[in-house]
């Protein structure tokens, strides 16, 4: 009986759905741990007060404090802002107001972020790929070839800086790629880690560019990856498009409140403050970091995490995991074969993970 409930349920799954692999995200691969290096959050929290007063009644979609604040942040007018679950919903957004499934594709630039491909992939779009090049910059031919092809994506996605080598794309590429896809696709620039790179963030210059979309998140520096909340950022156009396609109440009454206290001038101070001792810490782990012979520091240190690759990757994994540590294996992205990431702790955490590579090359080196 319980058998055949089972067949039944499995012929009634879409077909492109049975083929799909939940996302690995870095929460999902490894529960306990002590030392959380392994998903590019802040080492900071902060404390918030929340007001319980207008918890009986639904939220605004919108919540016009946290719009406003969010554009007053980034310098640009509220109209060309949406606030969603966190920028991976804008991410699914975009897909969904732009891309028909089993028709329309998206294009990626690996090595980059997962999540783009599998939000397309859960709505049965096509993914396509350009490739970054060795030196991590946009292979502007491969794009050029797309651009003039019969298919022709509508969403391009670029990354900058880029999670997880680091690197920020030039201005000047970034300009190439919206000159070709000009009239064509929706150029999705993720500046998720933005906060870390500020004086090359392209919110100023969304006027220029009717095809831009940037995503930014409070996941990152603002030190708030347990709340889900996101922002897109586009032309006024675009913006109406998503709240076609957003759900009625996407963003609860507390995330509003918190978000907001987190965009005021006091949370801003402390997470450019933040920022810049993540900033210190990055520079002395990067340091010894670069002067371990088994270590080669790979791409950049643009955002809050580091990239190294070491022959010893499976082993200094397994050893570091087993003392607690969890760090992200990069290994199976393109270029980054032996790779593994390490977001930018605090110096307790940063200590602790040095300790750790110390002793486990120790080890290596007595075996
Ligand atoms: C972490 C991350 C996001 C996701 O942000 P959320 O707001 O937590 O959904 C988006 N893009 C990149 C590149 C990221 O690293």
Request: aromatic content about 8%; proline content about 4%.
């Amino acid at each position: 009986m319980a058998e055949s409930t089972t067949s039944n349920l499995q012929d009634l799954v879409c077909e492109y759905v049975k083929k799909l692999v939940p996302y690995e995200s870095a929460r999902r691969l490894f529960s306990g741990g002590q030392y959380w290096l392994n998903a590019n959050e802040s080492p900071f929290s902060h404390s918030y007060g929340v007001d319980s007063e207008r918890f009986n009644r639904y939220p605004e979609c919108q919540p016009e404090e946290l719009i406003t604040g969010y554009a007053n942040y980034t310098g640009i007018s509220a109209d060309k802002v949406l606030v969603s679950r966190g920028a991976d919903e804008g991410i699914e957004l975009l897909i969904r107001a732009f891309c028909l499934p089993g028709q329309d594709s998206v294009l990626i630039c690996p090595p980059t972020y997962g999540m783009y491909a599998i939000s397309a992939e859960t709505f049965n779009i096509n993914v396509e790929k350009a490739p970054l090049l060795a030196d991590f910059s946009l292979d502007l031919e491969a794009l050029k070839q797309v651009a003039n092809s019969d298919n022709i994506p509508k969403l391009v996605f670029l990354c900058s800086p880029n999670n997880p080598t680091g690197t920020l794309l030039s201005e000047q590429q970034i300009t190439e790629v919206l000159a070709l896809f000009a009239g064509k696709s929706l150029v999705v620039l993720d500046e998720a880690y933005i906060e870390f790179s500020w004086r090359d963030n392209w919110a100023t210059k969304l006027n220029e560019y009717p095809q831009l979309v940037i995503l930014r998140t409070l996941s990152k520096a603002f030190g708030l990856a347990g709340l889900r909340c996101g922002f897109t950022l586009a032309s006024e156009e675009i913006i109406k498009t998503l709240l076609k396609v957003i759900a009625p109440y996407p963003i609860s009454n507390p995330v509003a409140q918190i978000a907001a206290q987190a965009l005021s001038d006091n949370g801003l101070r402390q997470m450019q403050k933040d920022v810049q001792l993540i900033q210190t810490e990055q520079a002395s782990l990067k340091d010894t970091l670069s002067q371990i012979k088994a270590f080669e520091l790979v791409g950049d240190d643009k955002a809050n995490f580091l990239l190294f690759r070491t022959a010893e990757k499976q082993a200094m994994m397994d050893y570091l995991v087993s003392n607690g540590m969890l760090i992200r294996d990069q290994s199976k992205q393109l270029h980054l074969d032996n790779c593994l990431r390490v977001s930018i702790g605090n110096a307790e955490e940063n200590q602790q993970l040095l300790k750790l590579i110390t002793s486990f090359l120790q080890r290596e080196n007595n075996q």
